[in-house]
């Protein structure tokens, strides 16, 4: 069955990085797109970054915009988000989701950011 | 960007109740819209795509219909395992937008 496991969440201070990583498995991942959403503490859900089935079509959040980079490595199933300059209002739980249908069908649990001094 | 306001933003209904929640789209979105149901401390389940395609699993007592700007999905039976909260997320545009949720609460 398909499963969608992110790692690398953590407590960085602010202006830190930090690399999600997102471990795909039980669908051929190099066919979908997959994205970044994610959701404060108590607050909904925020879109993030979506990536194609290649590396070359990526969109992200204005919110993001300039600070994170999204990538994806097809032979070994992972997705990645790479988030610079981190602010305390990044502070969230990040999902990993993709699939098909438009709206992505596959989340992960999701991996915890804490930016805190 | 392309605004979504979902309405209303909680509920309380009893079992058995038709439930009703709606998305509106600040612009014109053709049928570019899903449906998530979230449990606490759980990831969002989709349960509509395509505004009015029933994700295979989901029960048939969820429906979703609409097109353009105004969508709704429906609840046509309350049961006590959807107590949940519930987001539309349109994909139509980036950035890709959800709505601000609604809270649907047992009586």
């Known amino acids: 069955q398909v499963q969608l496991v992110e790692s690398g969440g953590g407590l960085v201070k602010p202006g830190g990085s930090l690399r999600l990583s997102c471990a795909a498995s039980?669908?051929?991942?190099?066919?979908?797109?997959m994205n970044w959403i994610r959701q404060a503490p108590g607050k909904g859900l925020e879109w993030v970054s979506y990536?194609?089935?290649?590396?070359?079509?990526?969109h992200y959040a204005d919110s993001v915009k300039g600070r994170f980079t999204i990538s994806r490595d097809n032979a070994n199933n992972s997705l990645y988000l790479q988030m610079n300059n981190l602010r305390a209002e990044d502070t969230a739980l990040y999902y990993c989701?993709?699939?098909?249908?438009?709206?992505?069908?596959?989340w992960g649990q999701g991996t915890l950011v804490t930016v805190s001094s | 960007d392309i605004q979504m306001t979902q309405s209303p933003s909680s509920l309380s209904a009893s079992v058995g109740d038709r439930v009703t929640i709606t998305c509106r789209a600040s612009?014109?979105?053709?049928?570019?819209l899903g449906w998530y149901q979230q449990k606490p401390g759980k990831a969002p389940k989709r349960l509509i795509y395509?505004?009015?395609s029933l994700q295979s699993g989901v029960p048939s007592r969820f429906s979703g219909s609409g097109s353009g700007t105004e969508f709704t999905l429906t609840i046509a039976s309350l049961q006590p395992e959807d107590f949940a909260t519930y987001y539309c997320?349109?994909?139509?545009?980036?950035?890709?937008?959800f709505g601000q949720g609604t809270k649907v609460e047992i009586k």
């Open positions: 039980g669908f051929t991942f190099s066919d979908y797109y």
């Open positions: 989701a993709g699939g098909w249908g438009g709206t992505p069908a596959w």
């Open positions: 997320l349109q994909h139509n545009s980036y950035p890709w937008t």
């Open positions: 612009q014109g979105i053709r049928n570019d």
């Open positions: 990536i194609g089935s290649t590396n070359i079509y990526t």
């Open positions: 395509a505004a009015s």
